[in-house]
């Protein structure tokens, strides 16, 4: 029988967007197309089982490298143009990278907060779709003050602290994803669930797609 009366957000026939940098991306413009190979395809065929009467088009827009004034730059394109009903947004730690190397192309915590904003008030003006926010995250117990690592542990709560702000502006669905992987590293050595701090195996892929289902009430 049907399970149509399930708790899970999203609708018969409805449209999600993810979009955001690499570890959305995946492989889905590659080898891996067009869900990739993480995150994205995981939930996607985790609904898909629990839910089989439920016509849901998941779209992945993640490219590699990308920053929130690459998504501004691209949002209309790749996500208005879909229509979406929902639209799942994890971006900022190559923003954050940007900015501790000094990078010309830096992006700040407030410049951060105003390129990502926009998107969002570009969604609520042109869509009714609801929003997911995912918080960058970093997998690392570095603690020497002097480390590129222990640098960006230090930065990146302002990053965190921008996407919580525009949950709440926006009424957003928020994934405390730093705070999942957080409770992982108290059982396990990073390497458990990423190879290095930023790019996850499928473990961690898969502590993302549960974190993200959970969100959305699966």
Request: hydrophobic fraction near 40%.
């Amino acid at each position: 029988m049907a399970r149509s009366s399930g708790k899970l957000a999203v609708r018969d026939g409805q449209t999600v967007v993810f979009i955001g940098d690499s570890i959305t991306d995946c492989g889905r413009r590659a080898q891996a197309a067009p869900l990739g190979e993480g995150y994205v395809s995981m939930a996607a065929a985790l609904v898909a089982a629990r839910y089989p009467e439920r016509q849901i088009s998941f779209i992945n827009q993640g490219i590699g490298g990308d920053v929130s004034v690459g998504l501004r730059d691209r949002w209309a394109d790749d996500v208005l143009v879909h229509r979406p009903d929902w639209v799942s947004v994890l971006v900022g730690i190559n923003d954050l990278h940007r900015t501790l190397r000094g990078d010309p192309a830096a992006v700040p915590p407030e410049l951060y907060r105003q390129a990502y904003d926009d998107c969002l008030q570009r969604t609520a003006d042109g869509a009714s779709a609801r929003l997911i926010l995912m918080d960058p995250f970093y997998m690392s117990r570095e603690n020497s003050p002097h480390s590129m690592r222990s640098k960006v542990l230090e930065l990146l709560p302002d990053y965190i602290a921008v996407v919580a702000d525009l949950a709440k502006k926006h009424a957003a669905i928020r994934v405390r994803l730093h705070q999942a992987f957080g409770r992982v590293l108290r059982h396990h050595p990073a390497d458990f669930v990423c190879p290095e701090p930023v790019h996850p195996n499928r473990t961690g892929h898969l502590i993302i797609a549960h974190e993200w289902l959970k969100a959305v009430g699966w």
